[in-house]
């Protein structure tokens, strides 16, 4: 049975979210505080965090940094706030996905069963002989979820790493953001087109000796991305 933490200080949510958690077949913990929440994640092990942005003792921002540091565990933020700067700042701390409130229950146990059931699939195949990926000092270990460029290791967030290899798998196709967002995160985009452009952009960062003039992710504008070869 998967473990969840929520981390909401509005409890009426809290345990709404909690009940159709439960409902689904999830065993799920409540923390009401930012700062409890942290200690709870540094404690005991979680299959996925969903953290509410505006929370006492520490943000949502904040812990969710706290937790990338330290875990690829999958994380969902919950917020009031729309602005799409808020997303696009979450999404660039490693959250996996960012739900705007007020949302239905069953769409927020949706996208839980479809981050926790790609994340199970990823982590699950570790028996085999390591698959790597190399291409121009570009490393990406496949089984042990690694990357290396020119041998210095990078660390990655779940979803970077998923998103690097899809394109390096498939070398000079163009994809749409839409494509990217149906393939990685197994759902359909329904506007959360800012997810693809933080997460390439933090791939860059990583991988690319000079982000202005990218040597492997090539934007093609106004249709999507495209890994070089």
């Not at 359909?188 to 991988?207: N, P, Q, Y």
């Amino acid at each position: 049975m998967s473990k969840i933490l929520i981390v909401e200080d509005e409890e009426s949510i809290a345990e709404l979210e909690k009940d159709y958690l439960e409902l689904s077949g999830f065993e799920v913990e409540i923390e009401n505080r930012g700062d409890t929440g942290l200690e709870r994640v540094m404690k005991e092990d979680f299959d996925l965090y969903i953290l509410d942005l505006m929370l006492p003792g520490m943000d949502g921002f904040e812990l969710c940094k706290k937790i990338r540091q330290e875990k690829n565990t999958p994380i969902l933020m919950v917020s009031a706030k729309k602005d799409d700067i808020d997303k696009i700042h979450g999404l660039g701390l490693g959250a996996d996905d960012y739900i705007t409130k007020p949302f239905s229950p069953s769409e927020l146990v949706a996208r839980v069963k479809a981050h926790l059931s790609r994340y199970e699939r990823l982590i699950g195949s570790n028996a085999q002989q390591n698959e790597v990926i190399e291409i121009r000092g570009l490393k990406i270990d496949k089984t042990a979820r690694r990357v290396f460029i020119h041998g210095e290791e990078k660390k990655f967030t779940t979803k970077e790493f998923d998103l690097l290899t899809f394109l390096a798998q498939n070398p000079n196709r163009v994809f749409t953001k839409e494509e990217l967002f149906s393939n990685i995160w197994d759902m359909e985009s329904i506007g959360d087109i800012a997810t693809v452009t933080v997460h390439i952009k933090k791939i860059r960062e990583k991988i690319e000796t000079d982000t202005s003039k990218p040597q492997y992710i090539e934007t093609i504008w106004g249709v999507g991305y495209r890994f070089k070869m």
